[in-house]
């Protein structure tokens, strides 16, 4: 009796487990981005029909650089299947890739030992933890390979001539490929060829056979690979490097537990003679994959995958070496954290995570299709995460200055990122850098610099961005007809000249009349009110406002403002349900104090 309620525990927490894994990692994919820069490198590859010979979508790369291949397969085959199938194809393979990850990592800490509990804890954990570093596209493929190759280390699945090296080999030179981080894998099997005995029970029947063969696919992989050793070369500029604060880490508290878990795991079961056992090829990979994870964001993701089959096996060693009266609390130890899970989940934490970070920031939309119908064909400065979008919108008729890939020229791409924080002389900067357009964040430092700039001009403005042009003859025609006379749309706190009252309702009223439903010009329209004095009408404007463009988070929270200044009960009370809107499409400190300062319900 006591076994079979054991099985059925065990198999419980399992499913439960891996479960939330899958269904988290799912949602969070689903709510980013799909990769519209490889999906753009992508479509010239299928254009040319070969290999661009330059780079295209970054007027600040060098005149040497070549078109960015390190990711070719994965960008032609992501192409196709979108242009073939939509979307959703490349969703669904997301989710595939996803649910491949969990079943290898799973599998890999069976093979270890791990029984079932300890795997799903572990092996939840570490995806859970791993999927706020992981995009859509070449980086979840190289994950997934990754976790596919630690499967296939710990045991060979066809006992054959070359055991499991007859099957890194290929799974290697697809995923270098696919993505550079996928180069990880070779310090994983050099490690572990290091490390490992050829006497050992997993070692293939001809050893120095199976060696010469994975290190010689490797080989051919990185001669046949369109842009060769530059792949290899330029994989640490592609990466973002922490600073190493403190506030670096703040999201990522769950990774570093695991990390430091691992390493007590892997420490403490070195007391007990099984865990002696290839404690220096683990020590050695822990080692050096947790290094690579605390000065890159992109190898984070491989030390968890490779951490959780890890621990959960050493712990399992480490719980079966305790005393037996010891040994017997792991059962209450087990149900009180799948009452605590399940707890949680029920208590709202499930869809908290599910929210967290599953979305991307609003971009641009209306300006987008400003540029299309002015059929216009500039070099666009913009911040870099914007670049994928637009890029994939608007190429070929427009070149960016950067993009998170780290193509751009290095001394150029600074002098753009000072100019873009509003550093040094930022017109001289944009002039001497050759940029034709400033697409940019409304607020953000550079708008608010070119807000009262006599050499640029703001010519269209939505819900999240501003474009501005420099004041030359080749736009002026754009400018005469677009550039408001009294607003200036870059600057949310103060985005008309008090002057200029007359000419702001004017433009106002005019963006209105073109699109009713963009919600920052009731927000700019309430303010012009406020500054006349009405307070009643500005009310009123953003109540319309936010039944025309719901989405839009400002207008709530400015409505908020005003009826908390009422300080009447039921005032206060519409402004914290107010307040509670706008946070649900928005986190911002500050709307989180206001709320606080308006008290409990």
């Given at each position: 009796?006591?076994?079979?309620?054991?099985?059925?525990?065990?198999?419980?927490?399992?499913?439960a487990?891996?479960?939330?894994?899958?269904?988290?990692?799912?949602?969070?994919?689903?709510?980013?981005?799909?990769?519209?820069?490889h999906?753009?490198?992508?479509?010239?590859?299928?254009?040319?029909?070969s290999?661009?010979?330059?780079?295209?979508?970054?007027?600040?790369?060098?005149a040497?650089?070549?078109?960015?291949?390190?990711?070719?397969?994965?960008?032609w085959?992501?192409?196709?299947?979108y242009?073939?199938?939509?979307?959703?194809?490349?969703?669904?393979?997301?989710?595939?890739?996803?649910?491949?990850?969990?079943?290898?990592?799973?599998?890999?800490?069976?093979?270890?030992?791990?029984?079932?509990?300890?795997t799903?804890?572990?092996?939840?954990w570490a995806?859970?933890?791993?999927?706020?570093?992981?995009?859509?596209?070449?980086?979840?493929?190289?994950?997934?390979?990754?976790?596919?190759a630690?499967?296939?280390m710990?045991?060979d699945f066809w006992p054959?001539?070359?055991g499991?090296?007859?099957?890194?080999?290929?799974?290697?030179?697809?995923?270098?490929?696919?993505?550079?981080?996928?180069?990880?894998?070779?310090?994983?099997?050099?490690?572990?060829?290091?490390f490992?005995?050829e006497?050992s029970?997993?070692a293939?029947?001809h050893?120095?056979?199976a060696?010469?063969?994975?290190?010689s696919?490797?080989?051919?992989?990185?001669?046949?690979?369109?842009q060769?050793?530059?792949?290899?070369?330029?994989?640490?500029?592609a990466?973002?490097?922490?600073?190493?604060?403190?506030?670096?880490?703040?999201?990522?508290?769950?990774?570093l537990?695991?990390?430091?878990?691992?390493g007590?795991?892997?420490?403490?079961?070195?007391?007990?003679?099984?865990?002696?056992?290839?404690?220096?090829?683990?020590?050695?990979?822990?080692?050096a994959?947790a290094?690579?994870?605390?000065l890159?964001?992109?190898?984070?993701p491989?030390?968890?995958?490779l951490?959780?089959?890890?621990?959960?096996?050493?712990?399992?060693m480490?719980?079966d070496?305790?005393?037996?009266?010891?040994r017997?609390?792991r059962w209450?130890?087990k149900?009180?954290?799948?009452?605590?899970?399940?707890?949680?989940?029920?208590?709202?934490?499930?869809?908290?995570?599910?929210?967290?970070?599953?979305?991307?920031?609003q971009?641009?939309?209306?300006?987008?299709?400003?540029?299309?119908?002015?059929l216009?064909?500039?070099?666009?400065?913009?911040?870099?995460?914007?670049?994928?979008?637009?890029a994939?919108?608007l190429?070929?008729?427009?070149?960016?200055?950067?993009?998170?890939?780290?193509?751009?020229?290095?001394?150029?791409?600074?002098?753009?990122?000072?100019?873009l924080?509003?550093?040094?002389d930022?017109?001289?900067?944009?002039?001497?850098?050759?940029?034709?357009m400033?697409?940019?964040?409304?607020?953000?430092?550079?708008?608010?610099?070119?807000?009262?700039?006599q050499?640029?001009?703001?010519?269209?403005?939505?819900?999240?961005?501003?474009v501005?042009?420099?004041?030359?003859?080749?736009?002026?025609?754009m400018?005469r007809?677009?550039?408001?006379?009294?607003?200036?749309?870059?600057?949310?706190?103060?985005?008309?000249?008090?002057?200029?009252?007359?000419?702001?309702?004017?433009?106002l009223?005019?963006?209105?009349?073109r699109?009713?439903?963009?919600?920052?010009v009731?927000?700019?329209?309430?303010?012009?009110?406020?500054a006349?004095?009405?307070?009643?009408?500005?009310?009123?404007?953003?109540?319309g406002?936010?039944?025309?463009?719901?989405?839009f988070?400002?207008?709530y929270?400015?409505l908020a403002?005003?009826?908390?200044?009422?300080?009447?009960?039921?005032?206060i009370?519409?402004?914290?349900?107010?307040?509670?809107g706008?946070?649900?499409?928005?986190?911002?400190?500050?709307?989180?104090?206001?709320?606080?300062?308006?008290g409990?319900?």
């Amino acid at each position: 009796m006591f076994a079979t309620l054991r099985l059925l525990f065990n198999a419980t927490a399992l499913l439960a487990l891996l479960c939330l894994a899958a269904v988290l990692g799912v949602v969070s994919l689903h709510g980013q981005e799909l990769p519209w820069e490889h999906l753009a490198l992508g479509r010239q590859l299928a254009e040319a029909s070969s290999i661009p010979d330059h780079e295209s979508l970054l007027f600040t790369a060098p005149a040497s650089a070549p078109f960015d291949a390190r990711s070719w397969a994965w960008d032609w085959g992501g192409w196709q299947a979108y242009h073939l199938y939509g979307p959703s194809a490349l969703r669904f393979a997301d989710a595939l890739v996803w649910l491949l990850a969990l079943a290898a990592l799973a599998a890999a800490a069976f093979r270890r030992g791990a029984r079932p509990f300890s795997t799903a804890i572990l092996v939840a954990w570490a995806l859970l933890a791993a999927r706020t570093d992981l995009s859509p596209g070449p980086d979840l493929f190289a994950f997934a390979a990754f976790c596919a190759a630690l499967w296939i280390m710990e045991g060979d699945f066809w006992p054959a001539f070359f055991g499991r090296f007859i099957w890194l080999g290929p799974l290697a030179v697809l995923a270098v490929n696919v993505s550079p981080a996928a180069w990880l894998l070779a310090p994983l099997v050099l490690l572990t060829l290091m490390f490992d005995g050829e006497a050992s029970p997993l070692a293939p029947r001809h050893p120095k056979v199976a060696k010469t063969v994975f290190w010689s696919l490797l080989l051919v992989c990185l001669c046949l690979h369109p842009q060769g050793i530059s792949s290899l070369r330029s994989l640490p500029s592609a990466v973002e490097f922490w600073a190493l604060r403190p506030e670096a880490f703040d999201a990522r508290q769950g990774a570093l537990l695991l990390m430091a878990f691992a390493g007590l795991c892997l420490v403490a079961s070195s007391w007990v003679k099984a865990g002696r056992a290839k404690l220096a090829r683990e020590l050695a990979l822990l080692a050096a994959f947790a290094l690579a994870a605390l000065l890159s964001r992109a190898a984070l993701p491989f030390f968890l995958a490779l951490a959780a089959p890890l621990s959960a096996a050493r712990f399992d060693m480490l719980a079966d070496a305790l005393p037996a009266p010891l040994r017997s609390l792991r059962w209450p130890a087990k149900l009180v954290a799948l009452s605590v899970l399940l707890a949680w989940a029920a208590s709202g934490g499930l869809l908290a995570l599910s929210q967290a970070d599953g979305g991307s920031p609003q971009g641009p939309q209306q300006t987008e299709t400003f540029y299309a119908q002015q059929l216009l064909d500039e070099d666009i400065l913009c911040p870099p995460d914007w670049t994928p979008r637009l890029a994939w919108k608007l190429a070929p008729n427009a070149r960016f200055a950067l993009d998170p890939r780290g193509v751009a020229d290095p001394v150029r791409a600074a002098a753009l990122q000072d100019a873009l924080q509003a550093r040094g002389d930022v017109a001289a900067t944009l002039a001497q850098q050759g940029v034709g357009m400033c697409w940019l964040p409304r607020g953000s430092p550079l708008a608010l610099a070119l807000a009262g700039s006599q050499t640029w001009q703001p010519v269209s403005f939505d819900d999240a961005a501003v474009v501005y042009v420099p004041d030359t003859p080749a736009n002026a025609e754009m400018i005469r007809v677009c550039a408001p006379r009294g607003l200036r749309p870059g600057d949310p706190d103060q985005p008309f000249d008090a002057t200029r009252l007359v000419q702001s309702e004017a433009d106002l009223e005019a963006d209105l009349a073109r699109d009713p439903g963009m919600g920052v010009v009731y927000l700019y329209m309430a303010q012009l009110w406020l500054a006349r004095g009405h307070a009643a009408k500005a009310r009123e404007t953003l109540e319309g406002g936010i039944r025309a463009d719901p989405d839009f988070a400002p207008d709530y929270a400015r409505l908020a403002a005003l009826r908390a200044g009422l300080g009447d009960a039921s005032d206060i009370a519409a402004a914290r349900l107010l307040y509670r809107g706008a946070l649900r499409l928005q986190d911002r400190p500050e709307w989180r104090r206001a709320l606080a300062a308006l008290g409990p319900a």
